[in-house]
């Protein structure tokens, strides 16, 4: 991680937590991004992804930034865009869900090859995007949870805005979005793999 990394991070974080919409939701959305950074921090000194894996990893957690600082449901910029194309929601949110696959893709694509876990390159697109799927359904399950345990807070964070299919629109998305990643950026990780070594 670069010095911009980190300074582009911290920025986003403290405007984010200036004033957002709600502090209780800005903590649970911006939480899986302070997460990911002590987790990048702790592994760093045995573990360093290739600088595609960082960045991706940082406009993700720019976009769960964002989210935590407007909700989901409310970010401006969407609101604009709903107005123009006569969307009946806000679909920021859907943002967020294509990008809980298209990163994670990479992510999971690097963890895979460099440790080995899939000897055959054949299963690796199959593992990749099976693992993305069920990060996304087990994100699905703590919105429920946390849906749950908090009334007030429940609407906000899932952001489903009365649509139905909230739920399954949301892993379809992250689906395409590992799809999509894994078939427009595996020639540049590969690249970026074998100048590491790996």
Wanted: one cysteine or more; hydrophobic letters at 55%; proline letters at 3%.
């Amino acid at each position: 991680m670069t010095k911009l990394w980190y300074l582009v991070f911290a920025v986003v974080l403290i405007w984010s937590g200036i004033a957002p919409k709600d502090y209780f939701t800005w903590a649970l959305e911006v939480s899986p991004a302070v997460i990911a950074l002590a987790l990048l921090l702790g592994t760093q000194h045995f573990f360093k992804f290739t600088p595609l894996a960082y960045w991706l990893i940082l406009i993700h957690c720019v976009i769960l930034m964002i989210g935590g600082h407007y909700t989901y449901a409310e970010v401006p910029l969407f609101d604009w865009l709903s107005e123009q194309f006569g969307w009946e929601r806000n679909n920021y949110d859907k943002v967020g869900h294509f990008a809980q696959g298209f990163i994670p893709a990479i992510i999971t694509r690097e963890i895979l090859i460099r440790n080995h876990v899939v000897p055959k390159r054949g299963w690796l697109f199959v593992v990749t995007v099976s693992v993305c799927l069920a990060i996304s359904a087990f994100y699905e399950l703590i919105e429920w949870w946390v849906a749950l345990l908090s009334d007030e807070a429940a609407d906000s964070f899932l952001g489903t805005q009365g649509y139905v299919w909230d739920t399954q629109s949301d892993m379809m998305l992250a689906l395409i979005g590992a799809i999509i990643a894994l078939l427009a950026l595996q020639k540049l990780h590969d690249r970026q793999l074998r100048s590491i070594g790996a």
